[in-house]
């Protein structure tokens, strides 16, 4: 199993671009979620997903869409980038119930000029 | 929502000696409470849990401890080694919700 992947591993964008950032996993879990993590701030909820067509918004969704079509793919889509998007993003997956080890992937590491 | 505060930020100690971080959580519908450990890079990697029906976990090296009166949780990790050098990250999570709520997270320095 290649568990939870994620890519790109970097990227660079200019204020205003959009982009998908991609998490697919193969261990036919339930729960996905996507995280961003700053220096000193730890890891904050974007959105979750409890199912295919299920999502839900997390502690800082704002500026982030997302959906989920099928159980092993869960993009997230920043719109419009701004500068406060830099961070590193990481995916995840959890069987449901939710309350159990999350899995991350490698993350995304985004710059945004 | 559930709002999780982690101490210290940083830590270091000798190798060989034992380190202790503790967080504390506010909502009491919290019962699950995972620690996870970040290598410089890398993602985050579960090494223990602890569910609130228990007040003591331990896997070798590393223990937790819950107080669900006190609303708070410590990781316990005796004779550091140098490999343990990361930053760890506490979480609460509730079977009645679907979030996981993460402390700021302590950068564990383990000087040989």
């Known amino acids: 199993n290649a568990g939870v992947t994620q890519t790109p591993k970097f990227q660079v964008l200019k204020t205003g671009q959009s982009m998908t950032l991609q998490c ?19 890891l904050r909820l974007i959105h979750y997903s409890v199912g295919a067509g299920i999502t839900d918004q997390g502690e800082v969704p704002n500026g982030y869409n997302v959906s989920r079509s099928t159980t092993e793919d869960f993009p997230l889509r920043l719109l419009s980038a701004a500068p406060s998007q830099t961070s590193v993003y990481f995916c995840a997956s959890t069987p449901v119930p939710s309350y159990n080890e999350q899995f991350f992937g490698p993350g995304t590491r985004l710059t945004v000029l | 929502g559930e709002n999780v505060e982690q101490h210290p930020s940083t830590l270091s ?55 669900k009166t006190a609303k708070h949780f410590s990781l316990h990790i005796t004779e550091t080694q140098p490999e343990d050098s990361a930053v760890y990250f506490c979480a609460a999570a509730s079977n009645t919700g679907n979030q996981f709520y993460f402390g700021t997270g302590t950068s564990l320095t383990v000087i040989p």
């Open chain 1, 24 to 42: 697919a996993q193969d261990m036919n879990h339930e729960y996905m979620s996507w995280y961003r993590q700053d220096p000193g701030m730890g």
């Open chain 2, 13 to 67: 100690v000798q190798e060989g000696d034992s380190a202790v971080i503790k967080c504390t959580y506010s909502d009491s519908a919290s019962n699950y409470f995972p620690w996870y450990k970040q290598e410089l890079g890398k993602r985050p990697q579960l090494i223990i849990d602890i569910r609130s029906n228990v007040g003591e976990k331990k896997d070798q090296r590393i223990a937790v401890t819950l107080n």
